[in-house]
Structures are given as C-alpha cells and as structure tokens.
C-alpha cells in the first residue's frame, strides 16, 4: 500500500511539473498581451477592454493553475524563523501535520464555498459587465475551482513525501530531482 501511494505522489508530479511548465507559456502570451495593450495605448492612445480584461483572466489563470507547481518544488512563501532549524525529518513532520490540519480544511472550504459562486455564473452565462469585455467570464471563475484541486492534489503528493522523509524511508533531498 505505501509503495502504491508513494508510486501515485510520483505520477502526480510528473502531471503538475508538465502543466507547470505549461503555465508558462501562458506567461508568455500574457507578457505579449500586456506589451500589446502598452503599445496601443501609448504609441496610438487607443484602448480596448478585452485586452486589459485578457490580461487579468491571463494572470489569474497562472496564478491559480500554478500554485500547484510552486507547491510541488516547495518555492511557496514561508516564514520559518523556526522552520529553518528544525532536521530533515523534523520538518517533513512539520510539514505532514500543517497539510492537515491547515491546508486540507482551508483548500477544501474554498472548494465548497466557490462552488455555488461559479455555478451562479455559469446559469447566468455572465460577462464582464464592461462594454466591449470578455464575455465568458464564467470559465474564468472555473479555474478558480481547477486551481484549488490541483492544489488539493499536489498536497495529497507533498504529505505522502512529507510522510516517507518524516519516517526516514527516503531522503528529503529528493524531493526537487524526483520529477525530472
């Protein structure tokens, strides 16, 4: 059972390192966007609300989607004037009981709680409220929901690591080459 759950974390970052990678090419089209909208604005004095809209739907989409990659090579932000002397094993234990009893509990009430946000959206087929706007805004708050179980996902994979390196089963210095 261990080794079929620690073959399972593995799979799961394989598929969260190529949809982080896939991010950000998103990134790119993002820079390209906002470069675009620049130009126009100040070489032409022209505006368009797509355009400023495509740029935060852009922004949100990376964000959201890959926080989970951030989360697969530990490169979230953290305070850990404590963290930081604890051993190798000290803090996959840590780390293991901060998943869950913070991280599940919170991602999944923003599951919850976001569900019937989208939903009223989606029965509404809403827009953006600007003329000349995105109009499918309800996809956009679809990742909201998307994002937050690749996050869901990717902890599941980060306290089944958490849980071998606290054991001594594996070294915690593998956690960055694992994927590659």
Known sequence: MALALRQLARRIDAAQDRLGRGVSWIMLLMVLVVFFDVVLRYAFSKSAVWLQELEWHL????????????????????????????????????????????????????????????ASSYRVMEGSPDPGGIPLRFVLKSVIIVGFVLLIIQAFSQTVKNFFWAMGWEERAVRVHEVH
Not at 80 to 109: C, E, N, Q, T
Request: net charge neutral; no cysteine.
């Open 59 to 118: 922004f949100g989409v990376v964000y959201l989607v890959g926080a989970a990659y951030t989360m697969l090579y530990d490169e979230h932000v953290r305070v850990d004037i404590v963290y930081s002397r604890f051993s190798s094993r000290g803090k996959a234990w840590v780390d293991f009981i901060l998943y869950l009893v913070f991280f599940y509990p919170s991602a999944i009430m923003i599951v919850w709680t976001t569900w019937p946000f989208v």
